[in-house]
C-alpha cells in the first residue's frame, strides 16, 4: 500500500496563497488517482480536488479557478497550489490515493479511496 504524507499547510492572511505537497513514503503515486479532501471544524469532509492518472482533473465550485492540482512523477508527488485563500478554506486537508475500478478517473467522493494521509492545518485568518 501506498504511504501518504502531506505538508505545507500553515497560517495565511485573506488574499494569499499557500502550497500543498502530498508524498508517498512509500510506494508510487503515479500508479494512483489522488485526491485531496478538506474537513472544517463541525463540517463533513469534503472533497476539492483530484487528479488521474493520465492527469485528469477535477475541483470543486467552491475552489474552481483558485486552486490548481498537479503531479511531478520524478518527485513522487502531488500538489495543490491554492491562491486567493479564504477564511472558509480553513481546514484540515488531506490526500488520499484510490485505484480506479474501471478506466481511469478520480472522484470526489472519499468512500472510493483507500489510502489516507494525516492531514495539514490551513487557516486563513488576518
Known amino acids: 500500500q501506498v504511504q501518504l504524507v502531506e505538508s505545507g499547510g500553515g497560517l495565511v492572511q485573506p488574499g494569499g496563497s499557500l502550497r500543498l505537497s502530498c508524498a508517498a513514503s512509500r510506494g508510487t503515486l503515479g500508479s494512483y488517482s489522488i485526491g485531496w479532501f478538506r474537513q472544517a471544524p463541525g463540517k463533513e469532509r469534503a472533497g476539492v480536488s483530484c487528479?488521474?492518472?493520465?492527469?485528469?482533473?477535477y475541483y470543486s465550485s467552491s475552489v474552481k479557478g483558485r486552486f490548481t492540482i498537479s503531479r511531478d512523477y520524478a518527485k513522487n508527488t502531488v500538489y495543490l497550489q491554492m491562491n486567493s485563500l479564504k477564511p472558509e478554506d480553513t481546514a484540515v486537508y488531506y490526500c488520499a490515493a484510490m485505484t480506479p475500478t474501471i478506466g481511469d478517473y478520480c472522484s470526489r467522493f472519499g468512500y472510493e479511496y483507500d489510502n489516507w494521509g494525516q492531514g495539514t492545518q490551513v487557516t486563513v485568518s488576518s
Open positions: 487528479v488521474s492518472r493520465s492527469g485528469n482533473t
